[in-house]
């Protein structure tokens, strides 16, 4: 933890009106978790072969909720074995129509759990009840459903082609939006008739084994899906395995480097989905409100444990001063702390590890001569927690300004001129998001073409939907997915 007297004493923001909200966590009553969890094979909870396991733990509470199987090269070959097999007897063949069933048959049964599922990603991920209860949870059946709708209209899709799938996809996740990520990559790779061997991140399995669960109530034919789970090493036998026709990622830039060289020759399919340090920028004739509020969304949602988090904060000189005191005054009042009370703003960061990697960047910030603002939220004592964080009086060679910290951390400048914050915004490796606040369209429109990113908002900031394509430019990864794009790096066409 970055020390007390570390941060500027003097900029610790205190708020404090005497009173304070209820404690309303939600109950966890209805769920049901195992205390332990083989891999999904074969349409089957099956053993580890190696029969190790480690411990899943609350990030809010450092408890233990279960035991995960540790995934060796051994399980990664059964599955892909799985896969090929379900791959050519069965799931290839199948209408798309068919396919599609299965697929509306899952996403409805999602809805149906949607609670249980959002109380497990809470507890096993750290993020506020609210957004896994609005956001994540509802977007993953929107996945599924969406995809489902595809399945039997692929030739319309691609008009004159004959898409054809692709194999055996090997898909590799982050812990950020657990099942969501999974519903990503799962939805329309079944959809186009591909089968799967996906490795959830080794902090978040529980929700992926949950899917296992209704994967198998859905009746899908065994080893269409399989889940092996396990941290980096796991990911890698994916990676490397020979009979696997496809490597779908979501992670960090680092191991998107290390799989792209791995799998150079190898005639392996490739989409990368990586890191990315979001320019958000707001022009002087913009609502400044609205603005403020939509800054707070893009940062501090989900503990900035997004990769298209606006990070970067861009204010125009005139308002300058009245954007930070805004912002100031709006983040003394974030409520950070239990994950499941639906009060809370901003959650647990979601490991130690994540936590160090934070604290080590303010540090690098306070070196580098950064004003870092916090509020004064009272931290639970266990688990692992940041408050929100500003930092100010930093340039573009700041390497807190250029590297991605993912965690709710933002970094303030300003500018003049529509150039001179293009020339800003585009200053670093990566070109995954971006915002930009104004009430010109025209100042839209040119901000719009000249940031290098994949996904532009204007006047509002992390929204998602199926059937819009996402993915990035420079070093935040390689190929499309969602919407109609989403489609074409499973098929030959
Ligand atoms: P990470 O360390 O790259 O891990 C991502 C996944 O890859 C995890 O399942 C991880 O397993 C696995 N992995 C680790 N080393 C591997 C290797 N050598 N070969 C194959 N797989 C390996 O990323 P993270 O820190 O978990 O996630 C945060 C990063 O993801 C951020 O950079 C963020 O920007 C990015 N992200 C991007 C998007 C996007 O759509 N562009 C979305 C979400 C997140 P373990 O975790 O079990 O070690
Ligand atoms: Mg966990």
Redesign the pocket.
């Known amino acids: 933890m970055l020390k007390e007297t570390d941060i500027q004493k003097k900029n610790r923001l205190d708020f404090s009106t005497g009173w304070s909200y209820d404690p309303a966590p939600e109950s966890r009553d209805h769920i049901t978790i195992k205390e332990q969890y083989g891999h999904f094979i074969n349409g089957k909870f099956t053993k580890p072969i190696e029969g190790n396991y480690f411990p899943t733990i609350s990030p809010s509470t450092e408890e233990e909720i279960s035991q995960i199987a540790v995934g060796s090269a051994a399980d990664v070959d059964a599955a892909v074995k799985s896969a090929r097999k379900a791959y050519s007897k069965t799931w290839s063949k199948m209408s798309g129509r068919d396919r599609g069933r299965y697929l509306f048959r899952i996403a409805r049964m999602i809805q149906e759990r949607a609670r249980e599922f959002a109380v497990i990603e809470s507890m096993d991920g750290g993020k506020p009840i609210r957004e896994s209860r609005d956001v994540d949870i509802p977007l993953a059946a929107a996945h599924f459903f969406y995809y489902a709708g595809w399945a039997d209209k692929l030739e319309y899709a691609f008009p004159g082609r004959k898409p054809k799938p692709i194999g055996v996809a090997g898909q590799?996740?982050?812990?950020?939006?657990p099942l969501l990520?999974a519903a990503w990559k799962l939805a329309p790779a079944l959809a186009t008739g591909n089968t799967v061997v996906l490795?959830?991140?080794?902090?978040t399995s529980l929700t992926c084994l949950k899917l296992a669960e209704i994967i198998q109530e859905a009746d899908l034919p065994p080893g269409v899906v399989n889940f092996v789970t396990?941290?980096?090493d796991t990911?890698?036998a994916i990676?490397n395995h020979e009979d696997i026709d496809k490597i779908a990622?979501?992670?960090?830039?680092?191991?998107g480097k290390?799989?792209q060289k791995a799998i150079a020759g190898t005639g392996k399919k490739l989409t990368l989905?990586?890191?990315?340090k979001a320019p958000n920028i707001i022009f002087e004739d913009a609502a400044v409100d609205q603005a403020v509020e939509g800054i707070i969304n893009g940062i501090f949602f989900n503990q900035g444990h997004v990769?298209c988090a606006g990070s970067r904060l861009f204010v125009q000189e005139s308002i300058a001063d009245e954007v930070r005191d805004k912002l100031i005054d709006r983040i003394a009042t974030l409520r950070v702390g239990d994950p499941l009370d639906k009060n809370t703003d901003v959650g647990a960061i979601n490991s130690k590890e994540q936590l160090d990697t934070i604290n080590r960047y303010l540090e690098i910030g306070l070196n580098e001569g950064a004003d870092i603002f916090q509020s004064s939220c009272e931290l639970p004592e266990k688990g692992y927690w940041c408050c929100p964080t500003l930092v100010a009086n930093v340039s573009q060679s700041h390497r807190i300004v250029q590297e991605?910290v993912?965690g709710p951390v933002l970094t303030i400048q300003t500018f003049r001129t529509p150039e001179e914050v293009l020339e800003k915004a585009n200053n670093t490796p990566y070109g995954?998001s971006g915002g930009v606040w104004t009430d010109k369209g025209s100042k839209i429109f040119n901000m719009t073409s000249g940031i290098k990113a994949g996904v532009l908002w204007a006047n509002t900031f992390n929204k998602f939907d199926p059937t819009s394509p996402?993915g990035?430019y420079k070093e935040?990864?390689l190929g499309r997915e969602g919407g109609l794009h989403g489609l074409t790096p499973y098929l030959n066409i």
């Open positions: 590799i996740i982050p812990w950020n939006f990520m490795k959830p991140a080794e902090t396990g941290a980096g990911g890698a990676v990622f979501t992670g960090s830039t680092a191991v290390i799989i989905e990586l890191g990315g990769c991605e993912f995954l996402f990035g935040s990864g």
